[in-house]
């Protein structure tokens, strides 16, 4: 190119059209989408599922573009950080917000068509919307933000504790005959009796990640009586949806995969036939210490990068962070020290 500038000029006007026929084309592909997504929805002949997947896909789009533009942060502000970021986010510049009130209007259409919320859809569908409602500047926007984010997590937990609690506590959480707008105006109710059954030193906190990769964390207290005091909290990912999955909970699993490999038929006779020499337990324990540092570092790493900004430690638990408490999980390094113990003995160790 230097030898020879037409040839350079030439060379750069068609790497520019290139990458306007490119852009070009990747404008006419979204196009396509939107018009197949906004058919699906005014079409007789679309089920219910299929309008709440076209509401959510139109969604997402208007999400990636009030990610892109800002707006996202803006209507977080200083509820929110950046995942490995210790500071909190916080920008001063208006905006309109138009992309966010569109998203979050089409994830409420989506609601409404979609299914049982223990479908994967529509989980996805309330993390958005609570992404999208932000962290709420009344007590009833916030009620909305968290009542969102514990729809979006599934049953599991509240099925261990249901028989424990009044009836109608965790009803409206599974009750498919109520509508979308009920259902979560019940979970609001059910937050703020809890809340007043709660004693005043419990932090309920809540955690869900968006498609999007974005970390949300809900936190409920008592404020004394029957009052209340909800607050959430965003951490935005930097790496899209891959971000705390591959980050933390691939790593995660992993890590408790060891662990069931070498605990797997530990049992009395195993222990009598293949582990009665001090130096056999040495090297079990051995194999443990590595797995519990392992451990340990991800908890470190995950309590660092994702849970220590200022909005967390503000908001959510700032009685551990402040008082600069660490887990250690790991052995010491003195190798003889649990020798003396049965491989598997965990407890004891």
């Known amino acids: 190119l230097r030898d020879n500038a037409t040839e350079g000029t030439d060379l750069f006007t068609k790497r520019a059209e290139l990458e306007l026929l490119v852009s070009q084309a990747k404008f006419t592909r979204q196009n396509d989408r939107t018009t197949a997504y906004r058919e699906t929805i005014e079409s007789d002949f679309s089920s219910g599922l299929s309008v709440a997947e076209a509401y959510y896909k139109l969604g997402l789009i ?34 309109n917000l138009e992309d966010v009130a569109e998203a979050e209007k089409l994830f409420g259409a989506a609601l409404k068509s979609a299914p049982p919320a223990s479908h994967e859809i529509s989980k996805n569908i309330l993390r958005c919307l609570a992404l999208v409602s932000g962290p709420g500047s009344t007590k009833d926007d916030r009620l909305i933000s968290s009542a969102l984010i514990h729809a979006s997590i599934g049953g599991t937990a509240r099925n261990s504790v249901q028989d424990s609690l009044p009836n109608h506590l965790l009803q409206a959480f599974d009750d498919e005959n109520l509508d979308a707008d009920s259902r979560l105006k019940s979970i609001c109710e059910s937050i703020e009796e809890s809340a007043a059954r709660m004693p005043n030193c419990w932090n309920v906190v809540a955690m869900t990640i968006c498609p999007t990769g974005d970390l949300l964390v809900s936190s409920i207290r008592s404020a004394g009586g029957n009052d209340v005091d909800v607050s959430t909290v965003c951490s935005f990912s930097t790496d899209g949806q891959n971000g705390p999955h591959s980050d933390l909970l691939g790593p995660l699993d992993k890590v408790i995969e060891r662990s069931q490999r070498q605990l797997h038929g530990m049992t009395e006779e195993v222990q009598a036939e293949q582990f009665s020499e001090k130096e056999s337990r040495q090297r079990w324990w051995d194999v443990r210490k590595s797995i519990d540092g392992d451990l340990n570092s991800l908890l470190q790493y995950a309590e660092e990068n994702y849970f220590s900004s200022e909005a967390m430690r503000r908001q959510l638990i700032p009685d551990i962070f402040e008082s600069g408490l660490r887990l250690d999980l790991s052995l010491s390094d003195e190798s003889s020290e649990c020798s003396g113990i049965e491989p598997g003995n965990l407890a004891s160790r």
Request: aromatic share 6%; charged share 25%.
């Open 62 to 95: 208007a999400l990636s573009r009030a990610s892109a533009n800002g707006e996202l942060r803006q209507l977080w502000g200083k509820h929110a950080s950046v995942i490995g970021d210790h500071e909190s986010y916080d920008n001063n510049e208006p905006t």
